[in-house]
């Protein structure tokens, strides 16, 4: 996948997932009971760290073009998105793959072993 698709798949997706914070106005960024009755969204900022980072010229202009489209409020926030976003794919497919290492007959014959004691433990009604 080129880096163009994936940042405009990155931004399409975050807009679907409510991560839209341009739907906060600058006033009520600070109060999230006066967004959340004016069915704006609230995000709450953790503790940030300053990091340098070197990136292909190509990828800049491509979150320039977000940023210029409003998609994001800066380079820091559609880069922090965008990190964000992959550690949880990542996350998914750790889950996965863990998952596929599952004997599903030897799982299956432990669900009804345990069953079986369970309902044996249970009082007759």
């Known amino acids: 996948m080129n880096t163009r698709r994936f940042f405009r798949m990155f931004a399409r997706d975050h807009r ?8 906060l106005s600058r006033k009520s960024r600070g109060t999230s009971t006066a967004a959340s009755q004016a ?16 990136l292909d010229a190509d990828l800049i202009n491509q979150v320039d073009e977000l940023v210029a489209k409003q ?15 992959k550690l949880r794919r990542l996350a998914r497919t750790r889950l996965a793959r863990e998952a596929a290492k599952l004997n599903p007959v ?13 309902l044996d433990a249970w009082p007759e009604y």
């Open 16 to 23: 679907r997932n409510g991560n839209d914070v341009h739907r």
């Open 39 to 54: 069915g704006m969204m609230y995000c709450h900022t953790m503790p940030k760290t300053k990091v340098a980072l070197t």
């Open 71 to 85: 998609q994001f409020r800066n380079r820091s926030q559609a880069v922090e998105a965008a990190l964000s976003d």
């Open 106 to 118: 030897e799982e299956k014959r432990l669900a009804e072993e345990a069953l079986a004691d369970a």
